[in-house]
Structures are given as C-alpha cells and as structure tokens.
Antibody, heavy 119, light 110 residues
Framework: QVQLLESGPRLVQPSETLSLTCTVS????????WSWIRQSPGKGLEWIGF???????NCKPSLKSRVTISVDTSGNEFSLRLTSVTAADTATYYC?????????????WGQGALVTVAS | QSALTQPASVSGSPGQSITISCTGT?????????VSWYQQYPGKAPKLIIY???NRPSGVSNRFSGSKSGNTASLTISGLQAEDEADYYC??????????FGTGTEVTVL
C-alpha cells in the first residue's frame, strides 16, 4: 500500500518561497507520475502540477512562473517550490500519485499539509 | 484555464438518486475520456470514486456511477445514504497536458 507524506515549513513569510516535500513509502517513485494539489481554506481543489519520475513536468499555466516541481528517485520523494508567496497561497497542499495505467487519475493521496503565508 | 463548472450544492432524501454535473469545453471534458471524480469529507484528503468517466475503483460502492455527454460529465449517486454527505469534485485532463478541477459540489442528505 503506497503512502505519501507531505513535509516542510507550515508558516512562510510573504514574498518568500514555499517548499514542500512528498515522501513516498510502500512503493517506488519510479514508473509513475506524481502531482501536487492545493485547497485554500473553505475553497475547492486546485491542480498545481505533475512530475514524472524521469523529471518531465507540467503545471497550471497561471502558476508556471512561480512553481518548480522536482523529483529525487534515490530519496523516493518529490518536491514543490512556490516562489513569491502571498496570503492567497495559504492552503492545504496535497501530494498524490497517478495510476499505473493511463496515468490520468489520482489513486493515492497524502494527508495534506496546511501552509500559512503570514508575517 | 477555467475551472470546470459544478453546481454548488445538491441535496436529496435518503434512498433517492442525485446527479452532479461537471461542465467543461471541447479542450478538456469533451475532448478526452479522462474525467475522474473525488469524494472529500471535511478535513480529509479526497478519495477517488470514479475514473475514466465511468469506471469505479475496487471497494467503491456501486451506488456511484459516472457518464459523459459532450462537454458535460456527470456523477450519479443512487440510493442516497447519510454517509454520502460530502463534497464532490470532478477533474479532467486538458489539451495542454494539464488537469483542471471542477468547482466542487456539496451534497446534503435531507
């Protein structure tokens, strides 16, 4: 059973960089696509981007200038960096795994990490 | 890239059937059979309930079913139960190889 766990600072200063890591256990990161999703308090889900274990990535166009998603296959983890954050980036950030077949749906999710942007 | 449109809320009595729509465009919902649906309880991570428009993962109740017509995908919950009270989200693959979520629907069991 694959398990995902988000880790990183829960409080980030405005204009700084948000950094989160998703550690995968119970399975290998290799062979799959992985994703970051966020949810602002009381709001809906927002897809941020995906990364393949080979390093291929894509992300939501409106976030592209601020988002970097990377993968560390030796550490069995992948990461999210979001620069120049504002209060609007306050959200619960989820990491998730794409299925092994079509790689088009998210079959395993982390528990989520609430990150607050405030001074 | 606009969010897919879902009704903000849908309600029904126990035992009834309800349907949640998810409307996009020909560059997302209408263009691909890669729509999935997620159920989310407050404070919890979303759970996959439908993938590939109509497919149900192992362990998900057969009261959940999915369909698509044109640019609109739909999730139907039949035999509504109290435990179905949750938020539901659709998500679709898009023509620029990204994904876009729906606006979310709160289901209330009366």
């Amino acid at each position: 059973q694959v398990q995902l766990l988000e880790s990183g600072p829960r409080l980030v200063q405005p204009s700084e960089t948000l950094s989160l890591t998703c550690t995968v256990s119970g399975g290998s990161i290799s062979g799959y696509y992985w994703s970051w999703i966020r949810q602002s308090p009381g709001k809906g889900l927002e897809w941020i981007g995906f990364i393949h274990y080979t390093g291929r990535t894509n992300c939501k166009p409106s976030l592209k200038s601020r988002v970097t998603i990377s993968v560390d296959t030796s550490g069995n983890e992948f990461s999210l960096r979001l620069t120049s954050v504002t209060a609007a980036d306050t959200a619960t950030y989820y990491c998730a795994k794409y299925d092994s077949g079509t790689s088009t749906y998210l079959d395993y999710w982390g528990q989520g990490a609430l990150v607050t942007v405030a001074s | 890239q606009s969010a897919l449109t879902q009704p903000a809320s849908v309600s029904g009595s126990p035992g009834q059937s309800i349907t949640i729509s998810c409307t996009g465009t020909s560059t997302d919902v209408g263009g691909y059979n890669y729509v999935s649906w997620y159920q989310q309880y407050p404070g919890k991570a979303p759970k996959l309930i439908i993938y590939g428009v109509t497919n149900r993962p192992s362990g998900v109740s057969n009261r959940f079913s999915g369909s698509k017509s044109g640019n609109t995908a739909s999730l139907t919950i039949s035999g509504l139960q109290a435990e179905d009270e949750a938020d539901y989200y659709c998500i679709s693959f898009t023509s620029i190889e990204t994904y876009v979520f729906g606006t979310g629907t709160e289901v209330t069991v009366l």
